[in-house]
């Protein structure tokens, strides 16, 4: 069975400081995918990054970076100089990759990140 | 582009009525997911649609279901609404058979009294 965790329930930091949002993931499977979603008050869910599991390169997109370790499990979510902007809910996901796997979703419970001035 | 659209954004109903949510996926898009989300339970899959057939189905009762039409709509029902099935329900959409990254609607929040 599939499982992410994501122990922060609730992050709160000053603007212009760094975070990391942390995930960690259980799953059998050799193929899956890793993703980080933005949710805004509005309740829409953004997506943020896919990562599949043979892909263990670190990514930058702008103030983003993300770390994928398998052998820690684990997906880590930076924001460097983080802006009000950025205050939302942060959910972790993954997606089996084998045959039939189709686009199943396992969430982590969410990481709520409070970015004040 | 026009993003993935869910209809009603929000409706009220009581217990025991029977409730159907809309979703129009992105043009081209052929896999539609939805969601259940609760402050109890979190995200929880519901189950997913691809070219019109159940491809995927979570671990809720039979008294949720969905469809999914030749155009790539889908509805999802709940009958004999509970107070418990009080949530946000979101759809997703994506254009690859598996692995791919969904892109959601702003969900239907339903109350149920």
């Known amino acids: 069975a599939q499982k992410v965790t994501q122990a922060q329930t609730e992050i709160s930091v000053v603007e212009k400081e760094d975070v990391t949002l942390d995930c960690v993931y259980e799953t059998r499977d050799t193929t899956y995918y890793l993703f980080w979603y933005k949710q805004p008050p509005s309740g829409e869910l953004v997506f943020l990054i896919r990562r599949n599991s043979f892909d263990e390169q670190n990514e930058i997109s702008g103030r983003y970076s993300w770390n994928f370790q398998k052998s820690t499990s684990s997906f880590n979510f930076t924001i460097t100089a983080s802006q009000v902007v950025d205050s939302a809910v942060y959910f972790c996901a993954l997606s089996e990759g084998s045959p039939g796997g189709g686009n199943k979703l396992t969430f982590g419970t969410g990481t709520q990140l409070k970015v004040e001035l | ?113």
């Open chain 2, 1 to 113: 582009k026009a993003g993935v659209t869910q209809t009603p954004r929000y409706l009220i109903k009581t217990r025991g009525q029977q409730v159907t949510l809309s979703c129009s996926p992105i043009s081209g898009h052929r896999s539609v997911s939805w969601y259940q989300q609760t402050p109890g339970q979190g995200l929880q899959f519901l189950f997913e649609y691809f070219s019109e057939t159940q491809r995927n189905k979570g671990n809720f009762p039979g008294r949720f279901s969905g469809r999914q039409f030749s155009n790539s709509r889908s509805e999802m029902n709940v009958s004999t609404l509970e107070l418990g099935d009080s949530a946000l329900y979101l759809c997703a959409s994506t254009s690859t058979a598996g692995g791919g990254e969904l892109f959601f609607g702003e969900g239907s929040r339903l109350t149920v009294l």
